[in-house]
């Protein structure tokens, strides 16, 4: 059994709820749309999943929106950058609103002791862009 299935606290975080703490960061964050898929999950049903390629680096980011398309809808996320890896994905995951995807199996005791729920610099800018473009 998976760590995230084992540990679920609350079902996934609203999109509005990431948005939260978006710092000014994003502004300076590159981006670049690269595709759109539907597909469904067995526990909550039919998504949509944006990707993107963001920052300097090419990191691969993620975004699906569960459910009618807004922004309370439950979302999912993740990014392939080290910040998302080692600060924010164990704390997500406990919402199930990422996995533990090629990640350590544990909290980020270091980087984020009090486990304060955010997103990186990338996921941060996906989720500008959604809003923006597609009014999510």
Not at 37 to 54: D, I, L, Q, V
Request: hydrophobic fraction near 30%; charge should be positive.
């Amino acid at each position: 059994m998976r760590l995230s299935q084992t540990l679920l606290l609350e079902r996934p975080m609203a999109l509005y709820q990431l948005r939260r703490n978006i710092g000014s960061e994003v502004k300076q964050t590159a981006i670049t749309y690269k595709k759109e898929r539907r597909a469904t999950n067995a526990k909550y049903g039919k998504f949509r999943e944006f990707s993107f390629e963001t920052g300097e680096e090419g990191y691969n980011t993620r975004v699906r929106v569960y459910g009618q398309q807004s922004s309370r809808s439950p979302a999912w996320v993740h990014c392939t950058c080290p910040n998302f890896r080692y600060v924010w994905d164990w704390v997500l995951t406990q919402r199930e609103t990422s996995d533990l995807y090629r990640t350590r199996n544990k909290p980020p005791d270091v980087r984020n002791p009090q486990r304060k729920r955010g997103v990186c610099k990338h996921v941060a800018a996906a989720l500008e862009w959604l809003k923006k473009e597609r009014g999510l």
